[in-house]
């Protein structure tokens, strides 16, 4: 019902989700929503893309979403998620949430009698995920056997959500990150149940005969204050043309953006020919009215 996770769908749900999303991009299937389709997006955190695609997304399949800032709701002055969630789902069709702490989303789909969508918590990012493997399968043709490089921090929301989601879905998984900061125990060992994921420190090991090297913010949004420390620690692991280059010559460069140029991607790299960012990022609205149609049971 609620989709908190990148592992709360089966390697068969997404491929319904990526079959819809080449039916919408042919433009052949005429599905909408049903009429006067209310939802809710409640966001904790800033956001252009995820905000806008979803947004873009409901208004084109005929819906209409109510954007709530939590800094101008009565969550601002403790409200409860549970209260909130009783009472944002008697008004809306689903919800679509971006929060600080993952526990909350989970507290605030209990109460909620229509489905939530995680829009990003400090642990994950499914859609975005899914998005991305969508991308790299319309890139490559295949998933299976390809070898994805996530370079960075890899304790990040998006590290979890792509190394769960990529292993399940067929991808080789590699992270690459500095001696002293390990991927997330949890996700790391449910991701190795699916396939094959590895963690090194070593860039040249980590990186060679990558398909695809994924990179995202050093800061994540909520860890401002340690930002010192943290470019510290990640910036031997920018992913520059050198590193670029240990990847095999028709690697794909992504990236969930936003991007910090200088530091974890060099502006050559993220601008560059093997670069697909903004594809990457354009295919978050058609994937994500897929999701939709999926959570609402109207396709899939
Ligand atoms: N990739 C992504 O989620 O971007 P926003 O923070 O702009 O939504
Ligand atoms: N890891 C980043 C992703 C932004 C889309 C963050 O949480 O800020």
């Known amino acids: 019902m609620h989709l908190l996770s990148s592992d709360d769908l089966s390697k068969e749900q997404v491929e319904k989700i990526f079959d819809t999303v080449n039916q919408l991009k042919r433009g052949k299937v005429e599905i909408s929503l049903r009429e006067h389709t209310v939802a ?7 956001s252009t893309r995820t905000r806008i695609s979803f947004e873009a997304a409901v208004a084109q399949l005929g819906g209409a ?3 709530v800032d939590s800094k101008t709701s009565q969550l601002s002055r403790g409200e409860s998620w549970s209260d909130t969630a009783k009472v944002i789902s008697s008004y809306s069709d689903f919800i679509i949430a971006r929060l600080f702490n993952h526990a909350d989303i989970l507290e605030l789909a209990k109460d909620s ?5 995680n829009a990003l918590t400090d642990l994950e990012h499914p859609t975005q995920a899914i998005s991305d493997i969508y991308t790299i399968l319309q890139k490559k043709k295949r998933l299976k056997g390809l070898k994805l490089a996530y370079i960075g921090d890899v304790k990040s929301n998006t590290a979890n959500s792509t190394m769960l989601l990529g292993a399940k879905m067929g991808l080789e998984v590699t992270l690459i990150g500095p001696k002293g900061i390990t991927p997330n125990e949890r996700y790391f060992l449910k991701a190795r149940e699916y396939g094959f994921v590895d963690f090194t420190n070593d860039i040249q090991e980590g ?35 050198q590193v670029l280059d240990m990847a095999k010559k028709d690697a794909i ?11 974890e991607i060099t502006a050559d790299v993220i601008d560059g020919p093997n670069s697909i960012v903004f594809e990457q990022a354009k295919n978050k609205l058609d994937v994500e009215k897929a999701i939709i149609l999926y959570m609402l049971g109207i396709k899939g």
């Open 40 to 46: 809710v997006l409640l966001f904790e955190k800033p």
């Open 207 to 241: 990186v060679a005969e990558a398909d695809v090297i994924y990179t995202d913010t050093f800061v994540s949004m909520g860890e401002e204050e340690e930002r010192e420390e943290r470019m510290k620690r990640f910036m031997p692991y920018q992913l520059n043309q």
């Open 253 to 263: 460069v992504m990236h969930c953006l936003p991007a910090h140029r200088g530091e």
């Open 65 to 67: 979403s109510i954007y």
């Open 113 to 117: 009698s229509v489905p939530v969508i």
